[in-house]
Every structure is written in C-alpha cells, then in structure tokens.
C-alpha cells in the first residue's frame, strides 16, 4: 500500500507540474482536465491512508485476541490448580491432618485463589482493549467503505 500511497503522490506533483505548464500555455481547457485528475488522485491517496489505517488496527486487533487467549489459557491452567489443590486439601482435613497443616493449606488456596482473580482481571482488561480495537476497525471500515462510495468505486 505505501509503494501505491508513494505513486499517487508522484502522480500529483506531475499533474501540478502539469497544470503550471498548461496555465502558462493558457491552455484552459487542459487545465479543468488536470484538476479533475489531481481530485480523483488525491481521493484515491485518502481511501489508500484509509486502508492503511485500516490493516495496522486489523493486526493490532489480532494481537489483542493472542493476549486475551494467552490470559484465558494460563487462567484456566491456574484454575484447574486450585481444584487440584482443593481436592487435595480436602482429603487432608477427612484423615485428620493437623491444624499448622491444615493452615498451610489454608493460605495456599486463598493465595491461588487471589492469583485467579488477578488473571480474570486482566483478562477482563484484555477483552475491553479487544472491544475497543473491534469497535475502532468499525468506524475505519465505515469511513473506508465512504471513501470508495465517493470515488464511485463497487464494494
């Protein structure tokens, strides 16, 4: 896109090289031609910014789905932990372990279970910065699909 971005950019300052030639030359009607010209290269230098735009939020996006998996996985993982521990614990207290264990215990699976809590925070925070960036590659396919419709352009 930005090789595309940089030709249409060169085609204007030739159009406006253009123009100044036709206008000494008193060539007017040349000079609606060019001016058409330079308005539907600068419209198609605006929808290609647009498109840009668009596929750097697209990848951003997709590095905020990786980060909220990455956080479901190791909130699951830790999760399945704690059960594990529960039901390890559980057993302790049924054959009569004593009370310093039992505390022990006690504080592992209240620090897992904080530690759960964090991760469920911040997966909370990861799927609000992916709903953010879908709702942001709304808007810009929007302005996008305006873009084109201006440039008379199909879907």
């Known amino acids: 896109v930005d090789a595309t971005i940089d030709s249409r950019k060169k085609m204007l300052s030739d159009v406006d090289r253009h123009k100044a030639e036709a206008k000494k030359g008193g060539r007017a009607s040349e000079l609606i031609s060019l001016d058409i010209e330079k308005k539907a290269n600068q419209q198609a230098v605006e929808l290609l910014n647009k498109l840009k735009e668009l596929r750097k939020t697209e990848s951003e996006e997709a590095k905020a789905e990786a980060e909220l998996a990455e956080l479901d996985y190791s909130t699951l993982q830790l999760e399945v932990e704690l059960i594990r521990k529960r039901g390890e614990y ?15 215990a006690q504080q592992v699976l209240r620090e897992l279970e904080v530690r759960v809590l964090k991760l469920q925070q911040q997966q909370a925070e ?7 960036k879908q709702k942001d ?10 873009a084109q419709l201006k440039l008379g352009m199909p879907r």
Do not use: Y
């Open 90 to 104: 559980d057993s302790l207290a049924t054959v009569g372990a004593g009370d310093l264990t039992l505390t022990t």
């Open 126 to 132: 990861a799927t609000q910065k992916l709903a953010s």
């Open 137 to 146: 590659i709304i808007s810009r396919r929007m302005k996008l699909h305006e």
